[in-house]
């Protein structure tokens, strides 16, 4: 019976975590073992289930200080690969997970695909342009159908953002990057690259480990047969917050002088350079923290 870990944070939000172990308690888990891994992240008070749950095995980690994404889904990912994982589901909590999730995305993978992704949905009252949607929409308008690499500007978007889904995204894939939402991994992928990269703390450390698989020879795959809905930012403070202006402007500099080509990484230069000069306060700061080498959780107050 193959082993899957579930490996998810929690950061002072214990009523959305606890609606995802809910949601984990109803998949359908024919013939898979299913083990489950909250890392509490440096929570002002320790993280707690509401209840047990007989469907899986559940293990919190406490980190006495916040680790960002990156380092605490490395606790639970030594976890899981320590205790014989097969497979292990990297996923957010505040998601919530269709009951086939766990299967198709297994299906899906092969001898070439190391990681898959599945059809994430907003989760409805979590849509960026809410009045654009009817009510029977809602539910159905999509956050991620596969990553999109805009390698000349270093931009990694969501394919099929903010449409409605009217089927047009349903088919097995090859995609650019998968999600940190929610993505399933081969043990062997980690046996052969690491873990992600601490170095990110928060945002693109995802797609840096999508693109080291891809060098190693992986396949990353996109199953639009699993689906499960994201409460949008709701761990993260909102969308367009100091926090992502800080981290996601600072990442974006670490990936693309990583992995880009000599003509985008000297736009990218460039567009650091007008960011200084007339960015907002923490995208500022966060050029600053690049050029001083300044990783990690960097000078970003949580």
């Not at 293990?59 to 320590?82: H, M, P, T, V, W």
């Not at 500007?153 to 953002?161: D, E």
């Amino acid at each position: 019976m193959p082993k899957v870990f579930i490996s998810t944070i929690s950061f002072n939000n214990n009523k959305v975590t606890n609606d995802l172990l809910k949601s984990i308690g109803e998949l359908k888990t024919d013939n898979v073992g299913i083990f489950v891994v909250v890392v509490d992240n440096g929570s002002k008070s320790n993280y707690k289930a509401d209840k047990k749950y007989n469907k899986f095995t559940l293990k919190i980690i406490r980190s006495e200080k916040n680790l960002g994404f990156s380092g605490g889904q490395n606790l639970g990912i030594r976890y899981a690969l320590d205790n014989g994982a097969d497979y292990v589901l990297i996923l957010n909590n505040d998601t919530l997970l269709d009951k086939n999730l766990i299967l198709a995305l297994i299906d899906s993978l092969n001898e070439n695909v190391g990681i898959v992704a599945p059809k994430i949905y907003f989760a409805k009252g979590y849509e960026f342009h809410k009045d654009k949607y009817s009510e029977k929409e809602m539910g159905k308008i999509i956050w991620y159908a596969g990553g999109i690499m805009d390698w000349p500007n270093i931009i990694a978007r969501h394919r099929g953002v903010d449409k409605v889904d009217k089927g047009q995204y349903e088919i097995l894939e090859q995609t650019d990057f998968a999600s940190g939402c929610c993505m399933l991994v081969k043990r062997e992928v980690f046996e052969k690259i690491g873990l992600f990269d601490e170095k990110y703390f928060l945002y693109y450390e995802d797609n840096d480990f999508s693109q080291r698989a891809k060098i190693a020879g992986f396949d990353i795959g996109y199953q639009s047969n699993a689906v499960m809905w994201h409460k949008n930012a709701a761990s993260a403070g909102g969308s367009g917050s100091e926090l992502q202006d800080y981290y996601i402007t600072r990442n974006r500099l670490i990936f693309g002088f990583k992995y880009a080509s000599l003509r985008s990484k000297t736009a990218l230069f460039k567009e650091s350079m007008r960011l200084i000069a007339s960015g907002r306060k923490w995208q500022k700061k966060g050029v600053i923290d690049f050029y001083l080498r300044k990783f990690g959780k960097g000078s970003f107050s949580i």
